[in-house]
């Protein structure tokens, strides 16, 4: 045989076999379809459409005759106007969403990041969510300490940070390792003050950019603490908090709610609104009862109420603030009175420093403005 028809098993076609008396018997037979299956072929038909039969093929094939369309209206043009009445309804209705001011649009300020800013603060919202002193540590841990000697400790460092002229995250980071410490260690009073000047050397050495050296340290406690006990003292602090000093305060997030505040702004932008805000805030460092509220809230709060002082003529809170801070005037009710009441003194409180420094000119004297009653309707 052929070497070009020596193929495997009875593959091969009918019209390419060897004339033999069983093929000729094989072509001539009846059962040549059901045999050439048999052998293997796959026939055409079971993997095509199959063929039309005779009689259809032949059939006369009839015109598809394509109706008149000229009258017919499409449902969609019968409803146009309905459809146009609708958006145009949709058009006003967002026109008189109020529209929230883009903050982060300037580009060409790097301090600003405005690229990663959502970001940054969007992390800085999950930490400000960890490590926080407990709201109740001076009855739970100190039984030394009572919540006036940590008010007069707040109080002094507020005097140091102005005769270092230290930046104002120092003290508030400062005040925030004091009560991290404090919320997690016993101390007796008599070591309160050196707890104090090591935590604003620990803040300084993190946001100044020259720290006070030790000696002037324990020289403005009249040397009542030498450099090895300050030392000493860091050690432990550190130790505590495992080297992690930073944690974002509420300073850190009155700055963006600041900017948000002036870009929502009719008016042309004051810095009284910015002295007033950090006042407020800063009143809440002496206040141990603010450990309950998050720093943002707290931030959010002084601009609330800061904005309130200055005009009562309009709402404080806007759709700006609110996608920016994520708090409605609803969450901010509480922590807006518990300011309130320390701006208007209603408890007496005899620390001064921190209004004494606020009724400098350079600070516009905000110390002195006070607020009028918040309505409910404001919330």
């Not at 033999?20 to 459409?49: C, E, F, M, P, W």
């Not at 002295?275 to 002084?302: C, G, H, Q, R, W």
Request: charged share 25%; hydrophobic share 40%.
């Amino acid at each position: 045989m052929n070497k070009d028809h020596a193929v495997s098993g009875n593959t091969l076609p009918l019209h390419a076999r060897p004339l033999t008396r069983a093929y000729s018997k094989l072509i001539t037979s009846s059962d040549v379809d059901a045999t050439t299956q048999s052998l293997g072929h796959v026939v055409r038909a079971n993997t095509k459409r199959a063929a039309l039969d005779e009689t259809k093929a032949n059939a006369p094939k009839k015109r598809a005759i394509l109706k008149d369309i000229t009258n017919e209206i499409s449902p969609k043009l019968e409803n146009i106007k309905q459809i146009e009445k609708v958006a145009s309804s949709v058009v006003s209705t967002l026109a008189s969403i109020p529209k929230v001011v883009d903050i982060d649009s300037d580009h060409n300020d790097p301090l600003l990041c405005s690229l990663y800013a959502p970001d940054i603060y969007h992390n800085l919202r999950v930490a400000e969510l960890q490590r926080r002193p407990f709201p109740d540590y001076m009855e739970r841990i100190q039984r030394d300490l009572t919540q006036t000697m940590r008010g007069i400790l707040v109080d002094w460092l507020v005097e140091v940070s102005e005769e270092y002229k230290l930046v104002p995250d120092t003290l508030y980071l400062t005040v925030y390792l004091i009560d991290w410490f404090l919320h997690g260690n016993y101390i007796e009073r008599q070591g309160l003050q050196l707890l104090g000047v090591t935590c604003m050397l620990i803040a300084s050495k993190y946001e100044e950019i020259f720290a006070p050296r030790i000696e002037e340290l324990c020289f403005i406690t009249d040397n009542t603490y030498t450099k090895d006990q300050v030392l000493e003292m860091e050690r432990q602090v550190l130790k505590h908090l495992s080297f992690q000093i930073y944690t974002p305060t509420s300073k850190t997030f009155l700055r963006r709610f600041l900017r948000a505040a002036h870009a929502s702004d009719l008016q042309k932008p004051s810095v009284e609104i910015e002295f007033l805000a950090n006042y407020l805030m800063e009143l809440t460092l002496i206040d141990y009862e603010f450990l309950k509220f998050l720093p943002s809230v707290i931030a959010a709060s002084a601009v609330f109420l800061a904005k309130w002082t200055l005009n009562q003529s309009s709402h404080p809170w806007n759709p700006t603030l609110e996608h920016y801070t994520t708090f409605k005037a609803s969450d901010l009710k509480a922590s807006v009175h518990a300011l309130q009441d320390l701006q208007l003194n209603t408890k007496g409180c005899s620390l001064t420093s921190i209004r004494m420094k606020y009724k400098q000119d350079k600070f516009k004297s905000v110390a002195v403005l006070s607020s009028p009653e918040l309505p409910d309707k404001l919330f």
